[in-house]
């Protein structure tokens, strides 16, 4: 009995569905080293985060963007177009690797901003303008070049092989460079005004500018940075595959927005971690690991399973979120069903 | 004096109306998309020689813009469809993964065994197709009750509700199908897809006849209204006594089944599935094309005919393209543009910036 209202009380708890998220994290591992032999041995868990490097930098993006009330489809677009300018530049226009970088960034930065600009000055859905920023990137990748271009320039190929070693394990510069995005995304979304803004619109538009938040500049800088960390991503994912390509990266979207929504934000915004989307990476990156295990297994029970588990942590957040329309007293779980059918107008 | 009065008024009043009409007709919703329509044909007029010409070959008629009716068929299925979700305040992003599903699914039922009758060799069906088409309508209808469960029953956002079978939906398709592509060798099959009645493509008539019954349904019942007030409004609806959520529910297996019926389509098209390709990015082409057609996606007021011609606009600027010579790729480009463009011009704050730049 005690443990039943402890655990409703602990429901109500903002850090809840983040805490759910880690502890189906634990299970997953420990299943998985159930059933594989040198499933939990530190390097695997290493390798999730070399293999997902990139996908957890976009992710980090994607849930400033959910936290404010908003989605961005055009991240995994972004991500491919910057592997193609960036080969593109160091291939045959032969620039500097620092000042392609420094591009791609801007590049990726401003094509967010542009977005953002779009969707809070003329008031236009965030789906439909990050929808066609999707296929504006894809398509400018193809403008480029519809073939892969091969990157080898000195030091993209040593990013891409270096090996930071300790202890007899190793992770990559990646690994680094998206653990640096995480631990300044965690401060920027918990200590600083910008963060509190992306909270407070997420949590409603009309009072954040009520209270004088600067509406406008926040979500503008929020999909700015998306495109920016798409950006980051896509250079990463250019250090992993050593090419740019107008097909790498489809569906990186879908995988990000798995990953934010599993690590535990509420996609109605205002609501989540920044540091839960780690977990949320993790636990893509696992069912992958597990699937590799298992050998037996193709594929495509990647994507089955991610619906799965994108399935079952939607409906726990509704459920979550009209257990806390109940815990409100007169009548307000009555009006469940008019949150539902106002819950929907929110996105889309 | 009075007569004076009366030649007077009557041109008065007579080129007073006929101003009305015109700028009526001009704000009538469907001009603009009508326009971009007639000028990407006058576009192909001016630099696809013989476009508008029209053969009969084996009794069939051939020719550039049978040809883009027939590829545009799927489309305007799917976009009809898509009109209602988003009429709703909904989307469904989970067309193309229909699309795939639906394929499997007749593509392994109908299959094709060579057996030789009288020694002659002949390809017959694993299960009778009727039952084969009946399994993958089927199969689409489970996803639109999925889709609708989810938006309706529990009131998750419908991007979110859909994305999951989005995501799952392709996932499933490459189990039925193994992740290979199957093959179909039944002849019959291909007549959905590939078949002409009276000269025209057989996929035209199911378009057609979707469209007619759908314009009908809600002209002549009460639903074309209720779904508007559902999007205009949820909340007011419910209280005002719609059943809000049996009819969004309805409008999500409505979706899925025209998904699904452009599944079989696109299958017996390329007389298989392919699970991975099938439908891909359907999705997105159906919304454009609503988009297009003057739907708002904010909803309410919705246009079947808009959406149909929204298909139709979008397989002729794919056709424009590639008979330009110009690398197929580009079409994401310009697709993008034309989102934006479309979006901007429905956009009240826009107007009012281009009307304070004007001035």
């Given amino acids: ?348 | 004096m009075s007569a004076s009065m009366d030649s007077k008024l009557i041109p008065d009043a007579a080129t007073h109306a006929g101003g009305a009409g015109w700028t009526a007709l001009l704000r009538h919703p469907l001009v603009r998309p009508l326009a971009a329509l007639a000028l990407l044909l006058l576009i192909d007029f001016l630099l696809v020689p013989g476009f508008f010409r029209l053969e009969i070959k084996d009794g069939h008629l051939y020719g550039a813009l049978i040809d883009i009716v027939n590829r545009a068929a799927p489309l305007m299925l799917a976009a009809l469809g898509m009109t209602l979700v988003i009429a709703t305040r909904g989307v469904d992003i989970s067309v193309g993964a229909v699309v795939a599903i639906s394929g499997a699914v007749a593509a392994i039922l109908i299959g094709g065994k060579m057996v030789v009758v009288n020694g002659v060799p002949e390809y017959v069906s694993n299960v009778p197709m009727v039952w084969a088409l009946a399994a993958a309508m089927g199969a689409a209808l489970l996803c639109g009750a999925w889709n609708g469960v989810l938006v309706a029953g529990l009131g998750l956002q419908p991007i979110i509700a859909t994305l999951i079978l989005m995501v799952a939906g392709r996932g499933l398709a490459q189990l039925l199908t193994d992740g290979q592509i199957v093959t179909v060798y039944y002849k019959p099959f291909f007549f959905l897809g590939g078949g002409y009645l009276f000269g025209l493509p057989f996929s035209l008539y199911i378009a057609v006849g979707m469209f007619l019954l759908l314009a009908l349904l809600m002209k002549k019942t009460a639903l074309g209204l209720f779904i508007e007030s559902v999007g205009i409004n949820p909340v007011a609806s419910r209280l005002a006594g719609i059943r809000t959520a049996a009819l969004i529910f309805f409008v999500y297996m409505f979706c899925s089944a025209c998904a699904g019926l452009a599944g079989l389509m696109i299958a017996s098209n390329i007389k298989s599935a392919d699970a991975n390709n099938a439908g891909l990015l359907l999705e997105l082409d159906a919304i454009l094309a609503v988009t297009l057609g003057g739907t708002s996606l904010a909803g309410g007021k919705f246009s079947l005919v808009g959406s149909v011609i929204g298909a139709l606009i979008i397989q002729t600027l794919t056709y424009t393209i590639y008979s330009l010579g110009v690398p197929p790729e580009v079409n994401m480009v310009v697709k993008s543009i034309v989102v934006f463009l479309v979006c901007l011009s429905q956009s009240p704050q826009f107007r009012r910036m281009l009307r304070m730049s004007k001035s």
């Fill in chain 1, 1 to 348: 009995m005690m443990l039943v209202s402890s655990l409703r009380r602990a429901s109500h708890a903002p850090w809840f569905t983040s805490m759910v998220t880690v502890v189906l994290l634990v299970i997953m591992l420990l299943a998985g080293a159930a059933g594989y032999d040198g499933f939990l041995s530190p390097q695997v868990m290493l390798n999730l985060l070399i293999d997902n490097a990139f996908l957890l930098v976009v992710a980090i993006g994607m849930s400033f963007v959910i936290l404010s009330g908003g989605i961005d489809l055009s991240v995994g677009s972004v991500l491919a177009l910057t592997t193609m300018v960036a080969a593109f530049l160091l291939q045959h226009w032969h620039w500097p690797p620092l000042l392609v970088m420094v591009t791609v960034l801007l590049m990726g930065a401003g094509f967010g901003a542009a977005m953002g600009a779009m969707i809070h000055y003329f008031k236009l859905q965030a789906f439909i303008v990050t929808l066609a920023g999707m296929f504006l990137a894809r398509g400018l990748c193809y403008l480029i070049s519809i073939d892969s271009i091969t990157i080898d320039d000195p030091f993209f190929t040593a990013m891409s092989q270096t090996r930071i070693e300790f202890a007899g394990l190793f992770i990559s510069p990646s690994v680094v460079i998206a653990l640096i995005v995480l631990a300044v995304a965690i401060w920027m979304a918990h200590g600083t005004r910008f963060g509190r803004a992306v909270y407070a619109i997420g949590g409603s538009e009309s009072s954040a500018m009520l209270m004088g938040l600067p509406v406008a500049r926040t979500k503008v800088l929020v999909y700015a940075f998306s495109g920016f960390c798409a950006s980051v991503g896509g250079l990463l994912f250019s250090f992993y595959m050593l090419s740019g390509y107008g097909l790498h990266a489809q569906g990186v979207e879908l995988d990000a927005i798995a990953a934010v929504v599993i690590g535990g934000t509420l996609l109605t915004g205002g609501y989540g971690y920044v540091a839960g989307t780690l977990t949320g990476v993790l636990i893509l990156g696992v069912i992958q690991t597990l699937i590799a295990f298992d050998g037996s297994l193709s594929s495509w029970w990647t994507k089955i399973f991610i619906g799965a588990l994108l399935f079952v942590f939607c409906v726990a957040q509704r459920i979550i979120s009209l257990g806390a329309l109940r815990g409100k007293p007169a009548g307000s779980a009555k009006a469940a069903p008019v949150g539902a059918s106002a819950g929907f107008s929110k996105l889309s």
